[in-house]
């Protein structure tokens, strides 16, 4: 039987009106990656690049102490009116908690979703035991 994870977010004020998110998660998940989205260079001429940095604990029992993290930001091409304001961040890692906070002021990005890998190979082994029960029992009765 698999258990899903409760999750929890949380969006607050920071000092200089910058932004930031905090999700939790009631049991650590192994996530493969995030994706940020509306991330552009805007303002005039396009000179206010929206950018940020993220941390990740893998045990919030553990107390505040972070696993990992990074920066990022809009790349050159990534300008309002463009269809490319999408940023992955790849993590591959086991998390409970992760933060993202605007670094600028002119910061409006938002998470739009995480990856968990999918155990493929258990799938199919799982699969390829149920058929073979199926035919031993089927061969069973036929010989009956």
Wanted: aromatic share 12%.
């Amino acid at each position: 039987m698999m258990t899903m994870a409760a999750w929890a977010s949380v969006t607050m004020k920071l000092p200089e009106s910058r932004e930031a998110m905090l999700i939790w998660y009631s049991k650590p998940l192994h996530i493969a990656s995030f994706e940020l989205v509306d991330l552009f260079y805007e303002g005039r001429n396009n000179s206010i690049q929206e950018n940020g940095f993220y941390l990740y604990d893998s045990d919030l029992g553990d107390g505040p102490f972070f696993d990992g993290g990074g920066i990022f930001g809009a790349s050159a091409d990534q300008i309002i009116g463009s269809s490319e304001g999408i940023y992955s961040i790849g993590l591959d890692s086991q998390v409970q908690g992760i933060l993202f906070a605007s670094i600028g002021s002119q910061n409006d990005f938002a998470v739009a979703g995480y990856t968990t890998p999918v155990p493929e190979p258990s799938t199919i082994l799982l699969l390829g035991v149920g058929l073979v029960g199926l035919a031993g029992f089927g061969r069973k009765k036929f010989k009956k």
